[in-house]
């Protein structure tokens, strides 16, 4: 089983957290300053990324490399949601014990997909970033089990519907939740969380982050460009609506839509 962010791991993504920060500390932290993203993020985020500030080309390209490691834009993807071709691509890192998580995913989610994801513009890919223990884990992996019924988004939100702790999230009440999300073989569910394919997809999500650098959540990548916290629905907006007009100077991402 996947387990929380070990000094050993911490040490071994320290190259990367550094990069990570210069980036963000390199585009700009008016933004972060002007909605007081200290209060907005867990402790120890990084500050958001202002994405009108001017970069370098190779400032740029590190942008397009990171997208390209990050995007995955797998077909049937049940953790992601928007066209596989969206020009635009945010992947997000989240804990389901992280209150600022819930934020996002109640307050700024919904509009983003109202506004830029049905107009085909953004793809939404979510990764199990969990930081907070065994019981994060338990929801990360019911999360999982319920997209293998079709059942992520329903499970997810619901699960960020209140903030859940501890026994909040123990295996009968996830289930009672994956009931209420319309998970309809339960007994699947039940294997599907306790099972080596889920052993692997948390860790692919987990592994992913820590050579980011990740180390708080909700971070957010935007076609690359990170976002830390759960900033304003202004912020995402500005970011997705810059990182689209980069796009169209750019090659069409690949693949079809769902």
């Known amino acids: 089983m996947p387990t929380s962010a070990s000094p050993a791991r911490k040490l071994a993504a320290l190259g990367a957290v550094l990069a990570l920060v210069v980036a963000v500390i390199a585009i700009g932290v008016a933004i972060a300053k002007s909605t007081q993203s200290g ?6 985020a990084a500050p958001a990324a202002s994405p009108e500030a001017e970069e370098d080309p190779a400032q740029q390209k590190m942008f397009d490399d990171l ?11 049940p953790l992601a949601v928007g066209k596989k ?3 635009v691509v945010l992947v997000e890192y989240a804990d389901y014990q992280c209150s600022f998580c819930g934020r996002f995913t109640r307050e700024t989610q919904p509009e983003l997909i109202k506004k830029y994801v049905d107009a085909g513009t953004l793809r939404i890919e979510f990764r199990n970033f969990t930081v907070f223990g065994a019981d994060s884990e338990r929801a990360a992996r019911a999360s999982w089990a319920a997209g293998q019924q079709g059942k992520f988004w329903q499970l997810h939100d619901a699960l960020y519907a209140k903030t859940r702790k501890g026994t909040a999230l123990a295996e009968d009440k996830l289930v009672g939740l994956a ?11 039940r294997a599907d969380m306790k099972s080596a394919d889920a052993d692997k997809a948390l860790k692919k999500d987990q592994d992913e982050g820590y050579q980011l650098g990740v180390q708080s ?4 990548l935007v076609n690359g460009r ?17 990182a689209a007009r980069t796009a169209k100077h750019q090659p069409a991402a690949k693949g079809g839509g769902k």
Not at 39 to 44: F, K, N, S, V, Y
């Open 217 to 220: 959540t909700p971070s957010f």
């Open 67 to 77: 997208a390209k490691r990050t995007s995955r834009r797998a077909d049937g993807d």
């Open 39 to 44: 209060r907005d993020t867990e402790p120890g």
């Open 179 to 189: 009931r209420s999300s319309g998970v309809d073989d339960i007994d699947k569910f």
């Open 85 to 87: 071709n969206a020009p």
């Open 226 to 242: 990170p976002v830390a916290g759960a900033q304003p629905l202004a912020v995402f907006s500005q970011a997705i609506e810059e």
